[in-house]
């Protein structure tokens, strides 16, 4: 198994190395489709993987890079919005990169969100942005484990891409964490772990099978909040429990529900009652979507996706933020009213609070 797998290995940076003009101007891994451009059947891609040049880099009063301006001949121009989840890929070296030390003019590979506003540049949240390509190996790509299989010989197979690849890690994987200090293994590596990993040749089969060269795990906010001392258990409402609500101290003619833990409101009324806007568009190249917004902030929700995110609308500002999970997806019960986590309200400045099972929004 393992002189196979080297094999391939060996042939791929043979292949590398006779076309690293090609790989200069084309990334070993074809970018995954725009969201538009997949069938509705098809899930969304974890991210997609776009390639240009900074043109600007966008910073904030204090100094902080919140953005960059990109330009690609093949994508075009975008703004990817960084956030402290942001992670930054030196690819030649296999660690962590210095976003201070981004130029304008460089050339890098940004992983980011699949959903993207309609303005002009689009705009999407950046999750990963690689730099110091060689033209000799293959790029670091952003992947989630999907589900991760042990083998009798000691590695492990890890499904990625909505099932369409298949990634195996072995005695050979060179391992680290993305602080550089976390000691790791082939046993962190599990289903929901994001990583960034360094492949060459893929084989032409389905799913794509390929061996990793390296893989680094990235940090997982979801993974240390669990490890973190959880307080003392608050009793919560039993599932399917009404919620009474309060509204900017008043109380509405409405109930809520209480699903899956998570506080779940009709958004038309509540917004309504809470001074904010609410439209739906049933037919946008993302599926049916309702945007709850005031002047300065819009929270898109995708329903046909199960998706939440949040854009800025300040004039001259810029901030996106990456999807937010709430436990229960936003979703519409005819003949037409839509049903979302209380918490979206967070987005637009107010506090949400469960008491018991009545719901407070202030």
Same mark, same amino acid.
């Given at each position: 198994m393992n002189k196979k797998w080297t094999a391939w290995i060996l042939s791929g940076?043979?292949?590398?190395?006779?076309?690293?003009?090609?790989?200069?101007?084309?990334?070993?891994?074809?970018?995954?489709?725009?969201?538009?451009?997949?069938?509705?059947?098809?899930?969304?891609?974890?991210?997609?993987?776009?390639?240009?040049k900074v043109t600007a880099?966008?910073?904030?009063?204090?100094?902080?890079?919140?953005?960059?301006?990109?330009? %690609?001949?093949?994508? =075009?121009?975008?703004?990817?919005?960084?956030?402290?989840?942001?992670?930054?890929?030196?690819?030649?070296?296999?660690?962590?990169?210095?976003?201070?030390?981004?130029?304008?003019?460089?050339?890098?590979?940004?992983?980011?969100?699949?959903l993207s506003?309609? %303005?002009?540049?689009?705009?999407?949240?950046?999750?990963?942005?690689?730099?110091?390509?060689?033209?000799?190996?293959?790029?670091?790509?952003?992947?989630?484990?999907?589900?991760?299989?042990?083998?009798?010989?000691g590695s492990v197979a890890i499904l990625t891409d909505n099932g369409g690849l298949i990634i195996t890690a072995g005695?050979?994987?060179?391992? %680290?964490?993305?602080?550089?200090?976390?000691?790791?293994?082939?046993?962190?590596?599990?289903e929901g772990t994001v990583f960034m990993v360094w492949y060459n040749v893929v084989l032409e089969s389905y799913p794509g099978q390929t061996y990793a060269n390296h893989i680094m795990i990235l940090p997982n906010e979801d993974a240390s909040q669990e490890e973190e001392e959880q307080p003392e258990q608050v009793e919560q409402p039993q599932e399917g429990?009404?919620?009474?609500?309060?509204?900017?101290?008043?109380?509405?003619?409405?109930?809520?529900?209480?699903?899956?833990?998570t506080a779940m409101v009709p958004v038309a009324a509540v917004a309504k009652?809470?001074?904010?806007?609410?439209?739906?568009?049933?037919?946008?190249?993302? =599926?049916?979507?309702?945007?709850?917004e005031s002047d300065t902030f819009a929270v898109h929700l995708y329903i046909d996706k199960g998706l939440v995110y949040g854009v800025t609308k300040i004039e001259g500002a810029v901030g996106m933020t990456g999807p937010q999970d709430y436990g229960k997806a936003p979703y519409i019960v005819a003949p037409g009213t839509t049903w979302a986590p209380a918490e979206i309200f967070q987005m637009l400045g107010k506090t949400v609070t469960l008491e018991g099972t009545n719901l407070v929004v202030e």
């Open positions: 940076a043979m292949i590398c190395a006779m076309s690293a003009q090609a790989l200069a101007a084309e990334p070993a891994i074809q970018p995954m489709p725009p969201v538009s451009e997949q069938s509705e059947a098809e899930p969304l891609p974890h991210s997609v993987l776009y390639y240009g880099i966008n910073r904030n009063e204090a100094g902080e890079m919140t953005s960059l301006e990109l330009e %690609s001949e093949r994508y =075009g121009a975008y703004r990817m919005n960084l956030s402290a989840d942001t992670v930054w890929i030196d690819s030649g070296e296999r660690t962590a990169s210095d976003p201070a030390t981004l130029k304008e003019g460089e050339g890098i590979y940004v992983f980011h969100s699949p506003t309609h %303005s002009l540049p689009p705009q999407s949240q950046a999750y990963a942005v690689v730099r110091n390509i060689p033209q000799d190996a293959g790029c670091a790509m952003y992947q989630v484990a999907e589900s991760v299989s042990q083998r009798e010989d005695e050979e994987t060179g391992l %680290s964490a993305y602080d550089g200090e976390t000691a790791v293994t082939l046993d962190d590596i599990q429990s009404q919620l009474t609500m309060e509204l900017d101290g008043k109380v509405p003619n409405m109930v809520g529900r209480y699903e899956n833990g009652d809470l001074g904010f806007q609410v439209t739906y568009q049933p037919e946008t190249d993302q =599926g049916t979507l309702v945007t709850v």
